[in-house]
């Protein structure tokens, strides 16, 4: 416990002393791969806290180690800005496509550890029509929750009618689990997300 407190106060020295954070596949793509040796200290993979994700699989944050994610917390009941947060995503991954991009991950946390089953979260991957080969959405208790919202920077609250107010942060991880980019509003800059990620993969954008 103290080893988790300590390194969530590293971490979030480190993100609020960084500007950014104000506000057809084959076996040799970069998130197939193991990533080795020791995690970095600003990692967010150092989170212990377990997840479950849209299939019903117990998982750690350390299984989205070996190539960069694209990452973002919500509900699945949300109807104002999770929706414009997940069509966000989605044109990341669709502009990363027509870039030429090796493939990417995304991951959708919620932020609903009792409504958001991993049952839920299947369907709501099916009705936006996410690529379940790339996206993996999760459910986590709150314990879980409270600590990737403070790594993350998302502040949230519930409000009067059970749902949350909460930040609109897309994040982009390299391979080891850092916070390389970050874009903290409604509608996301599309363009420098993927010019972000085409960075990562020192890959010329098309």
């Known amino acids: 416990m103290m080893r988790a407190t300590a390194f969530l106060l590293s971490l979030l020295i480190g993100f609020f002393s960084c500007p950014a954070a104000v506000t057809a596949h084959d076996d040799h793509t970069p998130h197939m791969m193991k990533a080795a040796g020791p995690?970095?200290?600003m990692s967010i993979y150092h989170l212990t806290s377990s997840w479950v994700n849209q299939d019903g699989e117990r998982v750690s944050l350390e299984t989205l180690r070996g190539?960069?994610?694209v990452v973002a917390m919500g509900y699945t009941s949300c109807k104002d800005i999770c929706p414009m947060i997940v069509a966000d995503m989605m044109a990341i991954e669709?502009?990363?496509?027509?870039?030429?991009?090796?493939?990417?991950?995304?991951?959708?946390?919620?932020?609903?550890?009792?409504?958001?089953?991993?049952?839920?979260?299947?369907?709501?991957?099916?009705?936006?029509?996410?690529?379940?080969?790339?996206?993996?959405?999760?459910?986590?208790?709150?314990?879980a929750?409270?600590?990737?919202a403070?790594?993350?920077?998302?502040r949230y609250r519930r409000d009067p009618s059970g749902?949350?107010?909460?930040s609109a942060i897309i994040s982009i991880l390299d391979a080891d689990?850092?916070?390389?980019?970050?874009?903290?509003?409604?509608r996301a800059n599309v363009e420098e997300m993927v010019k972000k990620l085409a960075l990562l993969f020192k890959a010329?954008?098309?």
Not at 163 to 166: K, L, R
């Open 94 to 143: 669709d502009r990363a496509k027509e870039a030429s991009l090796p493939q990417i991950r995304f991951a959708f946390f919620t932020l609903d550890s009792t409504v958001d089953t991993p049952e839920r979260l299947k369907a709501y991957a099916n009705e936006r029509g996410l690529d379940q080969a790339d996206w993996t959405l999760f459910n986590g208790d709150d314990k």
């Open 145 to 148: 929750v409270r600590e990737l």
């Open 67 to 69: 190539g960069p994610v």
């Open 150 to 154: 403070a790594a993350l920077g998302v």
């Open 177 to 186: 689990g850092q916070i390389v980019a970050q874009q903290p509003d409604v």
């Open 204 to 206: 010329p954008m098309h």
């Open 163 to 166: 749902g949350f107010d909460h």
């Open 39 to 41: 995690l970095p200290g």
